[in-house]
């Protein structure tokens, strides 16, 4: 039997999945809980008692489990919080590896301990991602609200590093850091890895607005991250680099009336939240359906047609936007920020003009 590289699989496996009937990528959020409450974390409204008591159990993830791999799931995130914070992750996570799915795993690092690190020698993820946000102790700390976090996510790296796991760090990049950019940049690269910064930051999952806050100004960012090429057929018109009146084109007919433009109207990619909660956009919880209660496939199929015709329905500028096909709007991000999914976001406006590379 020919063997195929992980990542010619991965490639095949994403261009087969535009045009599949169903999911083959999932991201299970297996808990809110996390040791650590970073300022801009837009889960850490329910990362406490009240609602981690109200999650899943282990049979229940793992009946979960099994209706995601009937339903021709290869991709598994497990996210959360930090699925990590979970007592029972060991058996969970040996539960996926034995279900034969591609298993990535969203981290702090914080949690990371020995019987972790054995199973991940064992039984390696296809990545483990985890987020480095400073690496000053006074700093990571700050951003992190945990005295003692920063020497054990230091550790935790190097423990990871030593057994060889495939690691990947990504930095959130806030007001709070962007400063120390540099430094943390260079500290990534002497770990032999790539430094990742992410722009997003976005309202709570309960609408608190607070992360938003620390979002850095789109000129300073491009001051440090450079520019973007901007498309060259809408430059051919300068009038595009502006906001458009909805009179300025047919909307009812024009394909830039559909609300979602990401790879959720593709039918790619599905979530599932603590609870058992199957839902199609990380902001935009709504409609949802229980995975314990019905099967995957039907209801899944029925979202991705609900949501493949939605359409603009009040005056938003955004519905007639020659800029769309370069911005990062997202009707999840405008509904936390704003209670509208229709609603533009002028940081992300701007972001957008300024063509901030990433």
């Avoid at 598994?76 to 058996?91: A, I, Y």
């Avoid at 060889?164 to 930095?171: A, G, Q, R, Y």
């Avoid at 999840?332 to 300024?354: I, Q, V, W």
């Amino acid at each position: 039997m020919k063997s195929l590289l992980y990542k010619d699989f991965s490639l095949r496996t994403h261009a087969r999945g535009q045009y599949a009937k169903s999911a083959t990528c999932c991201q299970f959020e297996l808990t809110f809980g996390c040791n650590l409450h970073c300022r801009h974390c837009y889960t850490d409204c329910y990362n406490n008692s009240e609602f981690i008591k109200k999650e899943l159990d282990i049979v229940e993830v793992k009946k979960t489990l099994d209706k995601i791999q009937q339903q021709g799931v290869v991709w598994l995130c497990f996210t959360g919080g930090d699925p990590l914070f979970r007592k029972d992750f060991p058996e969970i996570y040996a539960y996926a590896k034995s279900k034969g799915f591609l298993v990535t795993v969203f981290t702090s690092g914080y949690s990371v301990n020995k019987e972790i690190l054995r199973i991940f020698k064992r039984q390696p993820p296809f990545v483990l991602e985890m987020t480095l946000n400073a690496v000053t102790r006074d700093l990571y700390e700050r951003i992190s609200g945990v005295r003692g976090s920063f020497s054990k996510v230091m550790e935790n790296i190097s423990a990871l590093l030593k057994e060889k796991i495939p690691l990947k760090i990504k930095t959130q990049i806030t007001r709070d850091n962007i400063s120390h950019i540099p430094q943390i940049r260079r500290f990534i690269s002497k770990l032999g890895l790539v430094f990742r910064p992410d722009l997003h930051l976005f309202a709570r999952l309960n609408g608190d607005s607070s992360p938003c806050s620390l979002r850095v100004a789109p000129a300073k960012l491009v001051s440090i991250f450079g520019r973007r090429q901007i498309d060259p057929e809408i430059c051919k018109d300068p009038s595009a680099l502006r906001l458009q009146d909805e009179s300025s084109i047919n909307i009812k007919n024009s394909p830039r009336a559909q609300l979602f433009q990401c790879t959720l109207g593709a039918g790619q990619e599905f979530h599932i939240d603590p609870y058992g909660n199957m839902f199609l956009c990380v902001g935009l919880r709504e409609p949802a359906v229980n995975v314990l209660k019905k099967n995957i496939g039907p209801v899944f199929n029925k979202l991705i047609h609900q949501v493949r015709g939605w359409r603009f329905l009040s005056g938003s500028k955004c519905a007639a936007c020659l800029m769309r096909k370069q911005c990062l709007f997202c009707p999840g991000r405008a509904y936390l920020e704003n209670g509208d999914m229709e609603a533009p976001s002028l940081y992300y406006c701007e972001l957008t003009k300024s063509g901030v590379a990433q």
